[in-house]
């Protein structure tokens, strides 16, 4: 099993909106907007960063709470096998000149790990909570390996009519630079 960290070439991997101080954050948010794309559609009433915010740190706290070693303030996004769904045919279609860097699990310390069974964002977000049939909170990597054992893949439950809030795959917050250091010296 594998981790999948998907980002713009032109910038870079593991770059993260939320290790930028707040009015930096908004204003390279903003640059980032381009002709309907995915950062101009979650930043639709102008309060993505603040919401996001309040998302992370509920996410950092839970995953402490449940024995998680979260060594990084912010999670450093990844998602958990490849993605592909009917929707999004893949979360690569985000960027506009994508790559990927493919991170095995066994490489990492999954203490340092955890996971929501779809976007944390839209999964922790209080105006999606009463929606969703599927919210979980913070999940371990054992945990994670359990709902897909009792549930399967979200990529393999959602329709093309389901709702946007439904799960489309599994997040992984990486809440350690020891990823980011183990890949950086690959990738030079």
Not at 124 to 135: A, F, I, M, V
Not at 161 to 172: H, N, T, V
Request: hydrophobic share 30%.
């Amino acid at each position: 099993m594998n981790l999948y960290h998907y980002y713009e070439k032109r910038r870079g991997p593991f770059l993260t909106l939320s290790d930028l101080p707040d009015a930096l954050a908004e204003e390279t948010q903003n640059l980032l907007k381009e002709n309907d794309n995915v950062y101009f559609r979650r930043d639709h009433d102008g309060k993505y960063m603040f919401n996001r915010r309040i998302v992370e740190r509920k996410l950092r706290l839970a995953f402490f709470e449940k024995g998680g070693n979260p060594r990084r303030q912010t999670p450093i996004y990844c998602i958990l096998g490849e993605s592909h769904d009917r929707n999004h045919a893949s979360y690569k279609e985000w960027f506009s000149c994508p790559q990927y860097i493919e991170i095995p699990m066994n490489a990492i310390d999954v203490d340092a790990v955890s996971f929501t069974y779809g976007d944390s964002f839209i999964e922790n977000h209080p105006e999606h909570r009463d929606q969703s049939k599927y919210l979980e909170r913070v999940l371990t990597y054992n945990e994670i390996l359990d709902r897909i054992e009792k549930q399967g893949w979200p990529q393999d439950i959602i329709t093309d009519e389901s709702p946007f809030w439904m799960p489309r795959y599994i997040e992984a917050q990486v809440w350690s630079d020891e990823v980011v250091n183990m890949n950086l010296s690959i990738l030079k």
